[in-house]
């Protein structure tokens, strides 16, 4: 059970390029989400899916899409990326259902550096 | 719209005592959750304790034990017998309460964090 995987850890890229952060739960999860933590502050939600087809905005969205074909998948593509976006980013699921948002899982994080 | 505030930057406290580490939230919802997280220098988080606003008693895990106080709608963690593994940011976090259909999901909101320190 490997949990949430998210790849890749570190990544530096130049202004204007584009990338996908991958990740991956095989905890049959309905709900993933991206988190993006800048310093000194605490996490801020980017988007969000409630199951396979189902996305939804959070707080911070702009520059950032994401899709969800599968329920293990919940890829994050940033699009065109600039150094604002300079950040660390965490993926996170849980299940849904009564109890199922008080236990939530995270990723380990990905670093990522814009130039 | 839900609101955490965490309002000490930096806590200093000798290994082996005790620290609180405060939190307050700000919702009009009467169903919702309360997190604590450690994230050690290392970058990963780390869940500690849980707490629902429908719970009587305060929720502990070891040596985490949440002081939660409903009416002052804060959520404090006390860290007993502190070890020198506990220097790390702690944040505070309020789950999004269920939908219509009573389903919840783990959307949270998160505060800025208190950078603990324990001395030897």
């Known amino acids: 059970n490997a949990g949430v995987t998210q790849t890749p850890k570190f990544q530096v890229l130049k202004t204007g390029q584009s990338m996908t952060l991958q990740c991956a739960q095989d905890m049959n999860h309905e709900y993933m989400s991206w988190y993006r933590q800048d310093p000194g502050m605490g996490l801020r939600l980017i988007h969000y899916s409630v199951g396979a087809g189902i996305t939804d905005q959070g707080e911070v969205p702009n520059g950032y899409n994401v899709s969800r074909s599968t329920t293990e998948d919940f890829p994050l593509r940033l699009l065109s990326a600039a150094p604002s976006q300079t950040s660390v980013y965490f993926c996170?699921?849980?299940?849904?259902?009564?109890?199922?948002?008080?236990?939530?899982?995270f990723g380990e994080g990905s670093w990522l550096t814009v130039v | 719209a839900q609101k955490i505030t965490q309002t000490q930057p930096g806590m200093f406290v000798q290994e082996k005592e005790a620290v609180t580490l405060d939190c307050t939230y700000d919702?009009?919802?009467?169903?919702?959750?309360l997190f604590w997280y450690k994230q050690p220098s290392s970058g990963e988080m780390i869940f500690l304790i849980y707490?629902?606003?429908?719970?009587?008693q305060n929720a502990t895990e070891g040596r985490y034990s949440l002081n939660f106080q409903k009416a002052r709608k804060s959520a404090n963690l006390v860290i007993s017998a502190s070890q020198l593994g506990d220097s790390a940011m702690y944040f505070c976090a309020m789950r999004e309460p269920p939908n219509a259909g009573g389903t919840s999901y783990g959307k949270l909101t998160f505060g800025q964090g208190t950078i603990l320190t324990v001395h030897p």
């Open positions: 919702t009009s919802d009467q169903s919702y959750g």
């Open positions: 707490q629902g606003s429908y719970d009587e």
């Open positions: 996170a699921s849980s299940y849904s259902g009564g109890q199922g948002g008080n236990t939530i899982y």
